[in-house]
């Protein structure tokens, strides 16, 4: 091991990046070498030694995935004949700890392991090496759980590139050595069907762009004021409020969303946002309107209202498997409640004022959730209210103010952050430099305090999004928030001019997997400024 130490370049920390190092986001520890390995054409899995059995085929295919993004769809046909057999990468070989898909799980305070699927909190550290001599060499991955496989994997891809001389693959700078884990177990990015539908295949073609930057929450925000495109089996005619017959989904196709995505690591957070943003419900039950002239929010005074929250919850929770559920709560305008006659007098009935009415709709919505086995996430609005009222299973999640992520984790709280001015995608005025530099634990110096953040998300608000521009608006700006969210601290850039390009890099490896990534100069969703190569746009 001490000569093989002597000819490696050790990645240097603390924001100093090694050129020529491109991969992203930048792993918790790496040390590489000189030399070139090349994939057999038969490059194959093995995984001997693992206890893990992969009934469900998550392994396998994404091991598939894998061949299929490092070959870019072109045609290998290397002729190995004259190549020292020594320098052929035969394949990985993959230890698994954990015997299935249900083996561990990190408390995120206690760190303590527990039995369940992929959901918050699960280890999604591995370790990849790559030797650069051996009879028969293999990259090796190990990993507690096939979901830090599933990342390793991906690091592994961003090292592969295709040769166009003698038309293989080959990996440079071996022999590798990283190790990596996740700064923070939630690494979120929202998208929103309600105001654009969007169909499956973008969905789809979305959530795998998430794994290439090793994101792991969908936040799904379905339904609000425009359109309520998902069937709920509990009330039918909710999806009545569609923008039409064709753009809606199914709770099959919930389903296989969900699955799709845990297939990639990738959990899928489903909103119901209430009381406010509800219009589209009454267009199949108009008495859950305050009156035919003053539709939202939501009839805090009728038990039907309720009902069909618990409805749609009951619903989720056969389909939605996390942890989680987001209840929405924000820009919630109470004036229909007191300009309605029969709700102004439930008021008078209930010693209610607007505020008081707010928070009891909101605190009885978090009650039906947590009778459904969920945790709660509301936006911030619920919290700058009455946050000594919400329940303690709270997850604030922090997008209108400065210094609200602090006081929510001061209270006892968690905390989600996506302020709006750094990380909200569809303002295309703000550059990616600002995503990087976004900082979820900013003025929390207080360790427990810090692991009540329990990460990031960045918005992807659908009013002027659809299927057309939804690629080149999230990416690149994305990645550059993934970085912060999955990198330790001390390995992040203090200046985001020094990742420039090895974000470009990265932008460029998104466009040759199919990914409608935009260039990095300019705003969000900018075209190319004039003809040049990828990497200098």
């Given at each position: 091991?001490?000569?093989i130490?002597?000819?490696?370049?050790?990645?240097?920390?603390?924001?100093?990046?090694?050129?020529?190092?491109?991969i992203?986001p930048?792993?918790?520890?790496?040390?590489?070498?000189?030399?070139?390995?090349?994939?057999?054409?038969?490059?194959?899995?093995?995984?001997d030694?693992?206890?893990y059995?992969?009934?469900?085929?998550?392994?396998?295919d994404a091991?598939?995935?894998?061949?299929?993004v490092?070959?870019?769809?072109?045609?290998?046909?290397?002729?190995?004949?004259h190549?020292?057999?020594?320098?052929?990468?035969?394949?990985?070989?993959v230890?698994?700890?954990?015997?299935?898909d249900?083996?561990v799980?990190?408390n995120f305070?206690?760190?303590?392991?527990w039995?369940?699927?992929?959901?918050?909190?699960?280890?999604?550290?591995?370790?990849l090496?790559?030797?650069?001599?051996?009879?028969?060499?293999?990259?090796h991955?190990e990993?507690?759980?096939?979901?830090?496989?599933?990342?390793?994997?991906?690091?592994?891809?961003?090292?592969?590139?295709?040769?166009?001389?003698?038309r293989g693959?080959?990996?440079?700078?071996?022999?590798?050595?990283?190790n990596?884990?996740?700064?923070f177990?939630?690494?979120g990015?929202?998208?929103?069907?309600?105001?654009?539908?969007?169909?499956?295949?973008?969905?789809?073609?979305?959530i795998?762009s998430?794994?290439?930057?090793?994101?792991?929450v969908?936040?799904?925000h379905i339904?609000d004021?425009?359109?309520?495109?998902?069937?709920?089996?509990?009330?039918?005619?909710l999806?009545?409020?569609?923008?039409?017959?064709?753009?809606?989904?199914?709770?099959?196709?919930?389903?296989?969303?969900?699955?799709?995505?845990?297939?990639?690591?990738?959990s899928?957070l489903?909103?119901?946002?209430?009381?406010?943003?509800a219009?589209?419900?009454?267009?199949?039950?108009?008495?859950?309107?305050?009156?035919?002239?003053?539709?939202?929010?939501?009839?805090?005074?009728?038990e039907?209202?309720?009902?069909?929250?618990?409805?749609?919850?009951?619903?989720?929770?056969?389909?939605?498997?996390?942890?989680?559920?987001?209840?929405?709560?924000?820009?919630?305008?109470?004036?229909?409640?007191?300009?309605?006659p029969?709700?102004r007098r439930?008021?008078?009935?209930?010693?209610?004022?607007?505020?008081?009415?707010?928070?009891?709709?909101?605190?009885?919505?978090?009650?039906?959730?947590?009778?459904?086995?969920?945790e709660?996430?509301?936006?911030?609005?619920?919290f700058?209210?009455?946050?000594?009222?919400?329940?303690?299973k709270?997850v604030?999640?922090?997008?209108?103010g400065?210094?609200?992520?602090e006081?929510?984790?001061?209270?006892?709280?968690r905390?989600?952050?996506?302020?709006?001015?750094?990380?909200?995608?569809?303002?295309?005025?703000?550059?990616?430099?600002g995503?990087?530099?976004?900082?979820p634990?900013?003025?929390?110096?207080?360790?427990?305090?810090?692991?009540?953040?329990?990460?990031?998300?960045?918005?992807?608000?659908?009013?002027?999004?659809?299927?057309?521009?939804?690629?080149?608006?999230?990416w690149p700006?994305?990645?550059?928030?993934?970085?912060?969210?999955?990198?330790?601290?001390?390995?992040?850039a203090?200046?985001?001019?020094?990742?420039?390009?090895?974000?470009?890099?990265?932008?460029?490896?998104?466009?040759?997997r199919?990914?409608?990534?935009?260039?990095?100069?300019?705003?969000?969703?900018?075209?190319?400024?004039?003809?040049?190569?990828?990497s200098?746009?």
């Amino acid at each position: 091991m001490g000569k093989i130490v002597k000819s490696l370049c050790f990645l240097v920390f603390l924001g100093v990046l090694v050129e020529g190092l491109n991969i992203w986001p930048m792993p918790n520890s790496v040390n590489y070498g000189h030399q070139i390995m090349y994939l057999s054409n038969n490059f194959v899995l093995k995984t001997d030694g693992s206890k893990y059995n992969d009934a469900s085929g998550i392994l396998k295919d994404a091991f598939s995935r894998l061949l299929d993004v490092i070959e870019v769809d072109h045609a290998i046909d290397s002729n190995f004949s004259h190549f020292d057999p020594l320098s052929i990468l035969h394949g990985i070989d993959v230890i698994v700890w954990s015997q299935n898909d249900e083996d561990v799980f990190l408390n995120f305070i206690l760190f303590e392991a527990w039995r369940t699927k992929l959901q918050y909190g699960i280890d999604e550290s591995y370790k990849l090496s790559i030797p650069s001599h051996g009879t028969q060499v293999y990259a090796h991955i190990e990993a507690q759980t096939v979901y830090g496989v599933l990342h390793g994997l991906q690091t592994f891809s961003q090292l592969c590139r295709f040769n166009f001389t003698n038309r293989g693959i080959e990996v440079h700078q071996v022999p590798w050595y990283i190790n990596d884990q996740p700064r923070f177990f939630y690494r979120g990015l929202l998208i929103d069907t309600a105001r654009h539908y969007l169909p499956l295949p973008i969905i789809k073609g979305v959530i795998d762009s998430m794994s290439y930057a090793k994101l792991n929450v969908l936040h799904w925000h379905i339904v609000d004021t425009q359109s309520f495109p998902l069937e709920i089996p509990s009330f039918p005619k909710l999806w009545n409020g569609a923008y039409s017959i064709s753009e809606r989904y199914t709770m099959a196709d919930a389903a296989e969303i969900v699955s799709y995505a845990q297939r990639r690591g990738i959990s899928v957070l489903a909103e119901v946002d209430v009381p406010g943003h509800a219009l589209s419900w009454g267009t199949g039950y108009p008495s859950l309107w305050p009156s035919k002239d003053c539709q939202q929010p939501l009839d805090v005074s009728k038990e039907f209202t309720f009902k069909v929250i618990d409805g749609i919850l009951s619903d989720f929770s056969k389909t939605f498997k996390y942890r989680f559920v987001h209840l929405g709560g924000d820009e919630v305008n109470t004036s229909c409640w007191t300009e309605t006659p029969h709700i102004r007098r439930w008021l008078r009935q209930h010693g209610l004022n607007e505020s008081g009415a707010y928070q009891y709709f909101v605190l009885r919505a978090q009650k039906i959730a947590l009778s459904h086995g969920y945790e709660i996430i509301n936006w911030e609005e619920t919290f700058n209210d009455f946050g000594s009222k919400l329940s303690r299973k709270t997850v604030v999640q922090n997008w209108l103010g400065v210094g609200v992520a602090e006081k929510v984790v001061a209270s006892g709280l968690r905390c989600i952050v996506s302020n709006q001015d750094k990380w909200y995608l569809d303002h295309l005025d703000a550059p990616w430099e600002g995503f990087y530099m976004n900082e979820p634990l900013t003025n929390i110096t207080n360790h427990h305090q810090q692991k009540l953040v329990l990460g990031g998300e960045v918005c992807m608000w659908g009013e002027h999004i659809d299927a057309s521009d939804i690629e080149q608006t999230i990416w690149p700006r994305a990645a550059a928030a993934a970085e912060r969210l999955w990198t330790a601290y001390d390995n992040l850039a203090k200046d985001p001019s020094h990742v420039f390009e090895r974000l470009a890099h990265f932008r460029c490896l998104l466009n040759r997997r199919g990914v409608a990534a935009a260039p990095l100069f300019g705003p969000g969703r900018v075209a190319p400024y004039e003809p040049g190569s990828c990497s200098k746009q």
